[in-house]
């Protein structure tokens, strides 16, 4: 457990726009920031940062809260996970009680698989260094490599020994359980249930996730035999979903985000070496097709993809079907080439940082325009091959959102295939308009709406509680948070806080939403200790129920203009002009709304009574209710209305 002066220290250190920069690409509005949502594909912005309050809003997807709350829903940290990233990001130190056998076994699963993890890359760094068959097999290839011992030691490359138990063995004597070595693929069972290394006699690639924790490996032979493949991956685990995972993100995202342009390699070794060369914004797919997922963790960085092939023809000709994913997501992606027989680790290699960025520079090609010059070469004269690289090349500009960048490739692309404009639109247009009508078509029929995926409202409303009540409770909570610590100004009240006087006057008054009761319960104590809470104190509260309903609150989708008054001469209603009206309609509207529905309860119940005593009893509390139904109205007339 983190101590509570730690925990303050993290949050006084955290600078929520630096944090979340490091995930999402944030454009300063205003007071504000804002970036593409990275918890849903989005096309317009509507994630917004607000470094005055410290928190974020995902307008989109409607989560919220503080660099902690982030880190827990965008990297599936834990509470302690994400102040341990914290403070290992502003260097501060947190105690932790010591790991022994016991303590690992009682983590959760998902820190246990980190943990072993972690443990392995250690194991196998120092395999490399300090053993004698490191140094002569494993570190004698990274320096055939070019790789220098500062790109060893940062990418925290490694060799795990050319021996059956060597890892496994040591893993279970510094008490790794069994399970988690498995569930890694660190370990393999045999038939009689004992264990063996599976990366034995291998160089070793440690994968890291976008945080920079390890959550796989990829394990390389030196062996030249074609029965033994030349790399092995680790499987897919609790922490590893390699469709989700960009070798070298980690280390490049800083890099992307400043030069906003992503260079896309295919291996390991490609991106160690344009690395070390200097060129840092560099990832690779590990060997794997490109996915949507890989692509939009890209996006979330920058808009600009440069894809660097080696020479090899079929290679480029499998690749480029892929490509029309990135298209589809928005990015801009261009494509550069390597002499025959070079890809970028030889490359740059061969030629340096100034011959290599030169290289790029000189033979960048859009995308489309690459795949337009590189079909119709293959098709030749033959007017049925061309009829399809034609075809092939408008599905391709289908795939772009941006109709104006569309519409110039079109032009373009005209150009290069010696076709009519207006055909190539047409044809454009036909294959749009088939893939809304299949897009838009849910199973039965209805077509989708923005409202369908993303409901109007935050919180989701149960059935039985109506969504007016759940605004009513709502709005009593904002109140509290915006003016909860301003003093009372109207009928000549002294020295009474606004906070302490509603929790007072809602003394009668049962909240039937959990979240809201919760809230209200909280804030209750925190005034009877003294203490007027702040909306800081509910933005890093622990529970994310609370975290979500108090952003929700205090931030807005939309700013007015400062110029709004002077170019439109329309004035907008200020809640503060009027504190009365705006506290006590608050309190009154809800107790309204409370007592309209025990009077609806009682009608119920009055039409249901059996006995003449019973109907009395009912008549009266329903005449009573009415009683305070009026006078609760004639309040509201008197003191907010007038």
């Known amino acids: 457990m983190i101590l509570k002066s730690t925990i303050d220290r993290i949050m006084e250190a955290t600078d929520i726009v630096e944090v979340i920069g490091e995930f999402v690409q944030l454009k300063k509005r205003g007071a504000n920031y804002v970036g593409l949502s990275p918890f849903v594909n989005?096309?317009?912005?509507?994630?917004?940062?607000?470094?005055?309050?410290?928190?974020?809003?995902?307008?989109?997807?409607?989560?919220?809260?503080?660099?902690?709350?982030?880190?827990?829903?965008?990297?599936?940290?834990?509470?302690?996970?994400?102040?341990?990233?914290?403070?290992?990001?502003?260097?501060?130190?947190?105690?932790?009680?010591?790991?022994?056998?016991?303590?690992?076994?009682?983590?959760?699963?998902?820190?246990?698989?980190?943990?072993?993890?972690?443990?392995?890359?250690?194991?196998?760094?120092?395999?490399?260094?300090?053993?004698?068959?490191?140094?002569?097999?494993?570190?004698?290839?990274?320096?055939?490599?070019?790789?220098?011992?500062?790109?060893?030691?940062?990418?925290?490359?490694?060799?795990?020994?050319?021996?059956?138990?060597?890892?496994?063995?040591?893993?279970?004597?510094?008490?790794?359980?069994?399970?988690?070595?498995?569930?890694?693929?660190?370990?393999?069972?045999?038939?009689?249930?004992?264990?063996?290394?599976?990366?034995?006699?291998?160089?070793?690639?440690?994968?890291?996730?976008?945080?920079?924790?390890?959550i796989a490996f990829g394990g390389r032979t030196l062996k030249s035999d074609k029965n033994v493949p030349k790399y092995v991956n680790s499987p897919e685990s609790e922490i590893y979903h390699k469709s989700n995972v960009l070798y070298g993100l980690y280390f490049a995202k800083k890099s992307i985000r400043e030069e906003d342009n992503c260079y896309l390699v295919e291996g390991y070794a490609d991106v160690i070496s344009v690395h070390q060369a200097g060129i840092e914004s560099v990832v690779a797919s590990s060997g794997t097709s490109l996915t949507v997922e890989q692509i939009r963790l890209i996006g979330r960085l920058t808009k600009n993809i440069t894809i660097l092939y080696d020479g090899d023809a079929a290679g480029i000709k499998a690749a480029v079907r892929g490509l029309d994913l990135i298209l589809e997501e928005g990015l801009n992606v261009k494509v550069v080439l390597f002499p025959d027989?070079?890809?970028?680790?030889?490359?740059?290699?061969?030629?340096?940082?100034?011959g290599f960025k030169k290289h790029i520079e000189d033979n960048k090609k859009?995308?489309?325009?690459?795949?337009?010059?590189?079909?119709?070469?293959?098709?030749?004269?033959?007017?049925?091959?061309?009829?399809?690289?034609?075809?092939?090349?408008?599905?391709?500009?289908?795939?772009?959102?941006?109709?104006?960048?569309?519409?110039?490739?079109?032009?373009?692309?005209?150009?290069?295939?010696?076709?009519?404009?207006?055909?190539?639109?047409?044809?454009?247009?036909?294959?749009?308009?088939?893939?809304?009508?299949?897009?838009?078509?849910?199973?039965?029929?209805?077509?989708?709406?923005?409202?369908?995926?993303?409901?109007?409202?935050?919180?989701?409303?149960?059935?039985?509680?109506?969504?007016?009540?759940?605004?009513?409770?709502?709005?009593?909570?904002?109140?509290?948070?915006?003016?909860?610590?301003?003093?009372?100004?109207?009928?000549?009240?002294?020295?009474?806080?606004?906070?302490?006087?509603?929790?007072?006057?809602?003394?009668?008054?049962?909240?039937?939403?959990?979240?809201?009761?919760?809230?209200?319960?909280?804030?209750?104590?925190?005034?009877?200790?003294?203490?007027?809470?702040?909306?800081?104190?509910?933005?890093?509260?622990?529970?994310?129920?609370?975290?979500?309903?108090?952003?929700?609150?205090?931030?807005?989708?939309y700013t007015l203009s400062e110029n709004w008054y002077e170019m439109h001469k329309i004035l907008t209603s200020d809640e503060q002009a009027n504190m009365k009206a705006t506290i006590l309609g608050a309190i009154f509207h809800l107790k309204m709304h409370k007592v309209g529905k025990m009077l609806d309860n009682l009608r119920k119940e009055l039409q249901n009574a059996v006995t003449d005593e019973d109907q009395d009893i009912l008549l009266n509390q329903y005449m009573r209710m009415k009683k305070v139904e009026k006078t609760i109205s004639d309040y509201l007339g008197s003191v907010i209305l007038k």
């Open 366 to 557: 859009d995308f489309i325009l690459f795949k337009t010059n590189l079909l119709l070469k293959e098709a030749g004269n033959d007017p049925i091959k061309k009829s399809e690289v034609i075809r092939d090349i408008v599905e391709s500009i289908a795939k772009i959102p941006d109709s104006i960048k569309a519409s110039v490739f079109i032009k373009e692309c005209s150009n290069i295939l010696q076709i009519d404009e207006r055909a190539l639109l047409s044809e454009l247009n036909k294959m749009r308009q088939a893939k809304a009508k299949k897009d838009g078509q849910q199973p039965n029929g209805r077509m989708t709406t923005p409202v369908d995926e993303y409901p109007g409202d935050d919180y989701p409303v149960v059935t039985e509680e109506p969504k007016e009540t759940f605004s009513q409770e709502k709005e009593i909570v904002r109140l509290l948070l915006l003016y909860g610590n301003k003093m009372i100004d109207w009928d000549g009240i002294a020295n009474t806080y606004i906070g302490p006087f509603m929790v007072a006057e809602l003394n009668d008054i049962e909240f039937e939403y959990p979240v809201v009761k919760t809230f209200i319960e909280l804030y209750s104590k925190e005034v009877e200790n003294g203490v007027l809470p702040e909306e800081q104190h509910f933005i890093h509260y622990p529970d994310k129920e609370i975290v979500d309903l108090v952003v929700t609150l205090i931030t807005t989708k």
């Open 42 to 214: 989005e096309r317009t912005p509507s994630f917004t940062v607000s470094p005055a309050k410290g928190i974020f809003k995902d307008f989109s997807s409607g989560k919220g809260g503080s660099a902690v709350t982030f880190l827990m829903e965008l990297e599936k940290f834990t509470y302690p996970e994400a102040l341990k990233w914290l403070a290992k990001k502003y260097s501060i130190e947190v105690e932790e009680t010591v790991e022994t056998a016991e303590n690992k076994e009682e983590e959760n699963r998902r820190e246990s698989l980190m943990i072993v993890s972690g443990y392995a890359a250690k194991f196998f760094h120092e395999s490399l260094l300090d053993t004698d068959e490191g140094k002569a097999i494993g570190l004698s290839y990274f320096k055939e490599r070019g790789f220098t011992a500062d790109t060893i030691k940062k990418f925290e490359l490694g060799y795990s020994p050319d021996q059956w138990e060597a890892f496994t063995g040591e893993a279970l004597k510094q008490g790794y359980l069994e399970e988690f070595l498995t569930e890694s693929g660190l370990s393999v069972k045999r038939d009689n249930g004992s264990l063996y290394d599976r990366y034995r006699g291998r160089v070793m690639f440690p994968i890291h996730s976008f945080t920079g924790r390890i």
């Open 341 to 354: 027989g070079h890809d970028p680790d030889s490359y740059v290699r061969l030629v340096g940082t100034a």
